[in-house]
């Protein structure tokens, strides 16, 4: 590649994004000083079809997962430890709503025990 016909451009940060539902779709409204910008974003069914939770437990990032409707789908727990590359996943599939309820129940009894 020629390097002189390369040219770079600053991306303009915008003064303010927004996500919102309309209509059974996800919009994205995108405003810099001069210009607005509409844009449909996609998000996967796979992501729709699932309820994630996250929050943080002492020094530990969770996220739990599981099915928003009926079986199909996974149930799992990712932890990070902040500040580390330390982490755990634990995923399962197509559990009945008693096992999930159990699992996910389990999923947040879990601890680590801190090495000094």
């Known amino acids: 590649t020629d390097t002189s016909l390369v040219i770079v451009k600053k991306f303009?940060?915008?003064?303010?994004?927004?996500?919102?539902?309309?209509?059974?779709?996800?919009r994205a409204v995108i405003e810099y000083p001069d210009t607005v910008i509409y844009k449909e974003v996609e998000i996967p069914n796979e992501i729709t079809r699932h309820d994630i939770?996250?929050?943080?437990v002492g020094n530990y990032i969770?996220?739990?997962?599981q099915p928003?409707?009926?079986?199909r789908g996974i149930t799992g727990i990712?932890?990070?430890?902040?500040?580390?590359?330390f982490a755990l996943a634990i995923v399962d599939k197509n559990l009945n709503p008693n096992q999930r309820n159990k699992v996910v129940?389990?999923?947040?009894?879990i601890k680590f025990k801190e090495e000094n």
């Open 68 to 71: 928003k409707y009926g079986v």
């Open 78 to 85: 990712y932890l990070k430890k902040i500040d580390s590359d």
């Open 53 to 56: 939770k996250i929050d943080t």
């Open 62 to 65: 969770r996220k739990i997962i």
């Open 105 to 109: 129940k389990a999923f947040k009894t």
């Open 12 to 26: 303009p940060t915008p003064l303010k994004d927004t996500i919102f539902f309309e209509e059974g779709k996800y």
